[in-house]
């Protein structure tokens, strides 16, 4: 992107300015001349003021405004002196000889030179002619003292009003007033500069010899000055570098990093370029983008030569091309055919990588140009940008990976539900919002034979099959294990069946796993808007429902009808189901790791519940849980539980591996006086110790009815068995009662452990909850746990035990002694041999 440039004329034009000034200049000497034809016998005098003139001409420093540099010098004081004791003729020839010399020696363009020359003609004409006009000059009284002020003040006023014309005719009326308001504050310096000329004057009038002290003291101003702006420039670049560093740690994460940072860059190193460039990497694509001067907006080229780049960051130090770096001499040729006069180039490093480079080129100001202090501020600089860089690229990628399916790449329910949202609101007349839910049969089958990595290989299949049918105009996601969305717009419900039809029939073709050719078959729900909702939340769920429903449908392909929803009729029908379950001992008990984050030991397992219907198929825990509680079969679920953990519990004991179990308890179960005695006599019946056991409660459950679940909690404490609340945080009065309840633990909810590192509110919140149990010197255990990044966090924070899939996912038992095989191993503690994970994968 280009941005637009502030309409510029040709530098040919300051002879526009040039030409009337050098008239000025010329005519009024001739006026004096023949005024005064014998002036040039006070040559002596003129040898001596062109001298201190010459030397008052070297800039004290540079003020830039635009793309010039405006010199501050000293000339008052020799030009109050020289108006005093030469005549005019003389005046205006030395004043123009001086700045010659020191314009040719800094080696300006011809077309900077005559200006300059011919301002500093004009303005010494200016100067006698006002003392031409005053009073004749009589000693060094106070009248005298009037004079020469006003004529010193005159000439110092011409040369900004000559150079804001000159910036007005090239590059604008804004330059022209910048340049103005410039000059206008150097005038203060000028008077200054003025009075003391005229101190200089009174003191000369009075002893010539006194000479040789205003000498030495004109000296010592000069390098008080010269040190004055030294200072000056350093202290404004340090405020300019940590304003710079503020507003790119500030705006370096939302994705504006280059404009935040060009502008300033530019502004700071005071040059025509400024430029970031960062290679292609991954899914980011290559930046180049420059700021230039005048121009609005950012381009998307660089003047950088590619070889100067290329040294920058196979060396992986800064690289300065210019007048006053001779170590890089042999680049020097490339600057011209690119229009630069120097260089400054700084790779951009992020450990042991280089991430890119930031550039400045051109330093403004005529015959300024880089030194090695800039390259030590462009480093300084380049060393924020980099961690801004990184930064920016980290929030992307987490953006990325939360809105994200990690095996598919595909958008995940988050991003779906987000897409529909916005879908639901733009629907043209007469079209559709459809839904359509896809459930991949037979990948348990595929998981338990072949491994989860077969698995992994056929869902991707499967998503990059769907993106290939879906079409061009369709959103394509994944919202569980073996669960896929695509949203489109359709023309009507019934197109929309028809579709999900053929989608299905693509999608059934062969799919290569290793070395054997499956057939998948997918069950398609379809939820259309606006006939099942405008709630992007309510249709996807109730796609999922239709795909539920599609199971059992020959064709595999079910619409969404209200029927489907009706949660609590099927829930009544299984009550009696699960009655015979329980009696037969149909339903299985999974078990989920529980490992502690600091030394990755095993520590326990938590014991769930699992019901595999011989026709509904897999039901889900919250659904016969609930048939359970409304049911009165809760306590005989959790007896089948306990009863199985405290089994294998003591299994694990006797084989020298001992795990605690965690068993989770419904309010309603608190509630029993008689479950405290059912616990004490299991743990005899299985010789276990109290210890070994603990009962998870759900935070809101707990506090649900606290006064009455207050007395059971207590006699589960005195048996010995530890306690731990439940999806802690939740809940509306955790502070005001955890400390009257007798738990020894508390689990952090999945919603925000899983959130924790991509949500900024969700780590305060954890981070509250461990420091919280600290103080009530609790165990803290964190599930949910998916994520590498999630584990290093909590670890940092001090959490001590972690549950969820990046460990293992809850497993049968005959699957968790294959898990404890091929994932751990023993290792000897003072406490005892204990289990310990290989890695974590």
Known sequence: MTGRSVPRRSPQYAWLITNPLAC????????????????????????????????????????????????????????????????????????????????????????????????????????????????????????????????????????????????????????????????????????????????????????????LLLAGLIAALFIVFRSFAEFFRQHRTLTDVYELTLAVREHGSDGGLPDVLLGRVRALMRSEYATLWLPAQGRHPEVLLTSRMDDSGLMDISPTPAEVRDRAVATEHAVAVGDRFAETEDLRPLLSPAGLKDLVVVPLRSGQVTVGTLEVANRIGGQLTYRATDVQVMETVAAHAAVAVENSRLV?????????????????????????????????????????????????????????????????????????????????????????????????????????????????????????????????????????????????????????????????????????????????????????????????????????????????????????????????????????EHTGQLSRLTEVVLTEGLRRCREWADADRPLA????????????????????????????????????????????????????????????????????????????????LPVHEVKIDDSFVQGMATDSGDLAIVRAVISLAREFRLTVVAEGVESELTLDLLEEMGCEIGQGYLFSRPLPYERLEAWFSAQTEPESTPTGEVRRLRAVI
């Open 24 to 211: 000025v200049a010329l005519f009024t000497a001739i006026g004096f001349w023949i005024a005064d034809p014998y002036w040039y016998k006070s040559w002596l005098g003129g040898l001596v003021a062109l001298v201190f003139l010459t030397i008052a001409n070297i800039g004290v420093f540079t003020v830039v405004i635009r793309r010039q540099g405006f010199m501050v010098v000293v000339t008052e004081i020799p030009l109050v002196l020289s108006l005093y004791f030469l005549p005019k003729v003389m005046v205006i020839l030395v004043s123009a000889l001086a700045i010659m010399v020191v314009q040719l020696y800094q080696r300006l363009a011809p077309l900077k030179l005559w200006f300059n020359v011919a301002k500093a003609a004009a303005a010494a004409s200016a100067a006698v002619l006002v003392i031409a006009v005053c009073p004749p000059i009589r000693g060094v009284g106070p009248g005298t003292w009037a004079i020469l002020f006003a004529a010193v003040m005159a000439s110092a006023a011409l040369g900004p009003v000559a150079f804001a014309g000159v910036m007005t005719i090239v590059q604008g009326r804004h330059a022209g007033q910048e340049a103005l308001r410039a000059g206008t504050a150097m005038l203060v310096a000028a008077a200054a500069n003025t009075v003391l000329g005229l101190v200089f004057l009174i003191v000369l009038d009075t002893t010539p010899w006194a000479a």
């Open 396 to 628: 992307e990628r987490l953006r990325y990976d939360a809105y994200h399916d990690r095996l598919t790449s595909l958008p995940n329910r988050r991003r779906l539900t987000d897409a529909l949202a916005e879908s639901v609101k733009v629907r043209a007349p007469g079209e559709v919002v459809a839904v359509l839910a896809f459930d991949v049969d037979g990948l348990r089958d595929v998981n338990e034979s072949m491994g989860h990595a077969a698995g992994d290989k056929l869902l991707s299949e499967v998503a990059k099959r769907l993106r290939a049918i879906a079409g061009p105009g369709a959103l394509v996601g994944r919202i569980g294990g073996d669960e896929f969305v695509v949203t489109l717009r359709s023309e009507s419900t019934e197109v929309t069946v028809q579709l999900a039809t053929q989608m299905r029939e693509q999608l059934r073709g062969p799919m290569v796993v290793g070395t054997l050719t499956l057939d998948v078959d997918t069950a398609v729900g379809v939820a259309v808007q606006p006939d099942h909702g405008d709630d992007p939340e309510a249709l996807l769920r109730r796609a999922e429902l239709a795909a539920n429903a599609a199971k059992v449908v020959p064709y595999g392909v079910q619409l969404f009808h209200p029927a489907l929803e009706s949660r609590a009729v099927r829930r009544l029908g299984l009550a009696g189901e699960l009655r015979k379950a329980l009696e037969n001992g149909e339903l299985e008990v999974f078990f989920q790791p529980k490992v502690t984050i600091g030394d990755r030991h095993l520590v326990g397992v938590e014991c769930l519940a699992r019901w595999n219907h011989p026709a509904h198929g897999e039901v889900a825990p919250e659904d016969f849980i609930a048939v359970a």
């Open 661 to 740: 179990i965690a068993v989770n308890l419904s309010a309603r179960t608190l509630l029993d006086p008689r479950f405290p005695n059912m616990v004490h006599e299991l743990l005899k019946q299985h010789h276990v110790a109290a210890e070994q056991v603990t009962f998870e409660i759900s935070e809101p459950g707990m506090l649900g009815d606290i006064e009455r679940t207050l007395p059971v909690l207590y006699q589960l404490r005195d048996l010995g068995v530890r306690l731990s609340v439940d999806d802690f945080g939740t809940g509306a009065s955790s502070l005001s009662y955890l400390r009257q």
